[in-house]
């Protein structure tokens, strides 16, 4: 199983820079549509086709007389959607900003079975419930370095149901810093960030507490695009937050490269292991990019009392805009813990569509092979399809209702197990 999964990772890695059809991830889905008048169409985007097959100019029209049905979908969906400026409670001032979000989310079963990294159920956790999953605070001072040094820093909180899944519950013994933060059983809070930045030129360097996204998908729920997290994220992310160095620099034409050392994973100001961190980003072309993040070492000296873990966790992430109302995106991981004994290797893919500044749709298919990381001594296929939809009422309020299956298959007994959920979630930013 071990080199079965080294081979798939490493076919995809060379498929990656051979191919050379990936993008570098954002994090964020933009809602970069066609603009709503006929004749400031994008000539790359699809609405030109309802624009030029004889309806009126001026918006599109709908006579069924001169236009296909695909042409009128389409003209619908290029229309003018007006969301307004976005608010801000606080602003920025100086480079200092403040701000944050809400999350409220609803879903009908415990998505992706429950299963969550390193025994741990984590995110979207609490079915059956109307939840808070996220009410998120942040303040923070950019650096500028152009001109020579600059220091900065940032402090983010968050309380809800996602809060016990960003505490340190990886610092020794499971105690310490905010890992006693819990209110009840499904409620808490967290401290994921407190860092200080220094910046010089082209090179900065973070130290404190920081959050760890290596994948597409990250903890911060407004840079996702569904409400569900993938069995990527939650299985083969195996660090949400750490404390320690990193490093960043990006004095390279269409590249950057980050490196530091941390002190374990999920740990909040205590060491607990050993490891190394970094990366690179690369501009491929202007709607081509990709990245590779990995973390390895000493993962744990202890985790709830147990012997030291050694491993690591790669992730390649890729972007590519198919044209400007079509992006692709595609995530590898492979992690691998004391010398394979537990491991884990999938894919997964995602399609966004944008009709306009107020509606996109998304999809989003995996595959992960989990060995023992999932549930202990399992060895595993697990697939997941979800279909989605951002809908931006204002500025500040998105809705993203989806659709979820899950189907999983034993690799030894070939026993399966499927399930399907709804999930929809708001967030308002302020």
């Given at each position: 199983m ?9 076919a ?8 050379n ?19 400031n169409?994008d000539?790359?985007?699809g ?11 001026a918006?599109?029209?709908?006579s069924?007389?001169d ?18 400026d976005p ?22 079963d415990?998505?992706?079975?429950g ?14 419930h ?10 923070e ?18 309380y ?5 899944d960003v ?22 809070s ?11 030129g082209d ?9 760890t ?14 409400s569900s997290?993938?069995f ?20 390279f ?7 530091g050392w941390?002190e ?10 050993d ?8 501009n ?51 992690v691998?813990?004391n ?6 290797a999938?894919i997964?893919n ?11 749709l998304g999809?989003r298919?995996e595959?992960?092979?989990s ?27 998105t809705?993203?209702?989806?659709l979820r ?6 690799a030894?007994?070939g026993?399966?197990?499927d399930?399907?959920?709804y ?8």
């Amino acid at each position: 199983m071990k080199l079965t999964k080294l081979a798939v990772f490493a076919a995809i890695t060379c498929g990656f820079h051979a191919g050379n059809l990936f993008a570098e991830p954002t994090h964020e889905v933009q809602l970069v549509g066609c603009e709503s008048q006929c004749d400031n169409v994008d000539p790359d985007c699809g609405c030109e086709t309802a624009c030029d097959s004889g309806c009126d100019s001026a918006a599109c029209g709908l006579s069924l007389a001169d236009c296909s049905l695909y042409d009128h979908i389409m003209s619908i969906a290029c229309r003018d959607c007006c969301i307004g400026d976005p608010w801000h409670l606080f602003g920025e001032c100086n480079r200092i900003s403040a701000g944050g979000w809400l999350q409220t989310a609803y879903q009908t079963d415990q998505q992706g079975f429950g299963l969550g990294t390193l025994g741990r159920s984590n995110f979207n956790s609490y079915p059956e419930h109307f939840q808070l999953q996220q009410g998120w605070l942040f303040a923070e001072r950019a650096i500028d370095a152009s001109c020579g040094w600059d220091v900065g820093g940032r402090i983010d909180y968050v309380y809800g149901t996602d809060g016990q899944d960003v505490q340190a519950f990886g610092n020794p013994g499971g105690t310490g810093y905010d890992n006693s933060w819990d209110n009840g059983s499904h409620y808490g809070s967290a401290l994921p960030q407190l860092y200080l930045e220094v910046g010089y030129g082209d090179l900065s360097a973070k130290v404190g507490h920081m959050i760890t996204n290596i994948g597409f998908e990250t903890v911060e729920a407004t840079g996702n695009f569904f409400s569900s997290r993938s069995f990527a994220f939650n299985i083969s992310q195996i660090s949400y937050s750490t404390t320690g160095v990193l490093a960043t620099y990006s004095g390279f034409d269409n590249m950057t490269l980050t490196a530091g050392w941390i002190e374990g994973l999920n740990t909040g100001f205590e060491d607990n292991g050993d490891a190394f961190m970094g990366g690179v980003a690369v501009n491929l072309t202007d709607r081509l990019n990709a990245k590779y993040n990995v973390i390895g070492g000493k993962v744990f000296d202890s985790l709830a009392g147990g012997p030291a873990i050694q491993g690591y966790a790669h992730s390649i992430v890729a972007e590519y805009d198919i044209r400007c109302d079509l992006k692709y995106a595609m995530q590898t991981s492979l992690v691998e813990l004391n010398d394979g004994a537990t491991s884990a290797a999938g894919i997964s893919n995602y399609l966004f569509k944008t009709l306009n500044d107020c509606t996109s749709l998304g999809a989003r298919f995996e595959w992960l092979n989990s060995d023992g990381l999932a549930n202990v001594g399992v060895d595993e296929d697990l697939y997941e399809l979800t279909l989605g939809m951002h809908y931006r009422w204002c500025a500040n309020l998105t809705l993203r209702p989806e659709l979820r299956w899950d189907w999983r298959e034993n690799a030894v007994t070939g026993v399966k197990d499927d399930q399907f959920s709804y999930a929809t979630s708001a967030i308002m930013t302020f």
